[in-house]
């Protein structure tokens, strides 16, 4: 099993599972904080059962206006003390939680780290290499950024809606899954919709131009690309035997047959 990790904002964003971070003494890192505001307290009150131990975690699900399906609480030690080692076994015991779970995907938010003692730094996870038989992280890979300077990421199209042409039997195809964009990191989106609706016949088609943007985001392709459309059925022409004609040519073949014979007698 093989799942991705992305850094997107924390109560918006429409995934499988968001890992939040928790010091000790039941502290809340930033993006904990939105997401707790948003629940309006409920992630908090689920803090008697997480003490913000290092690599301590508690699964919640069903927070209230929290577009994720589940929240993961990870503990990451003590405040001052937090830096790659420890930020290093937060995410082990994220992913192992994660592959437990059965996660395609999850939300791993920004995290201010100290690298060899220095100032805290804003940082994205870029990638996480697991183990390939027992599929436990091995190595993160972390991208220090300026929140002030505009990245560009790739991000997942996800489509929303029905298309009507479907039901009559098209196959809607989606020659386009990602795009990228460039924002601040605050601005991130965990991925851009597509409503499907419109596709009601076989000639309409979405394209990027069509992609809902949230504020402070702009798409980095060809706005004419398309990204979805449905594809009419394929109507197979079948040879069919005139079984009508055939037995008429094979009855007329007989009876010449016949005649012929009947000469041949005669004549003898």
Partial sequence: ????????????????????????????TAPARRVDQKSRGALR????????????????????????????????????????AAFRDAVRAAGNVLRELGAKDAALFLVDLKVAGGTARPVLVSSIQVHPVNRRPLHV???AVRMTEELTVEVQLVSTGVAGAVENGGTL?????????????????????????????FDTTITVADLIVPEGVTIQADEAEVIARVLAPRVEEVAVAVEGVEGEAAEGAAEGESAAEGESSSEG
Avoid: W
């Fill in 1 to 28: 099993m093989e799942f991705s990790i992305r850094t997107l904002s924390p109560e918006t964003a429409k995934t499988g599972c968001v890992v939040l971070g928790v010091y000790t003494d039941r502290e809340l």
């Fill in 45 to 84: 009150q689920a803090l008697a059962d997480l003490s913000g131990k290092l690599g301590s975690t508690l699964l919640l699900r069903g927070l209230p206006n929290v577009a994720a399906e589940r929240v993961l609480l990870v503990g990451l030690g003590a405040r001052q003390e937090f830096a790659e």
């Fill in 173 to 201: 195809v989606h020659p386009t899954s990602s795009v990228k964009i460039r924002a601040l990191p605050a601005n991130l989106p965990d991925s851009l919709s597509y409503d499907l609706s419109p596709l009601v016949d």
């Fill in 141 to 143: 890979d972390l991208f």
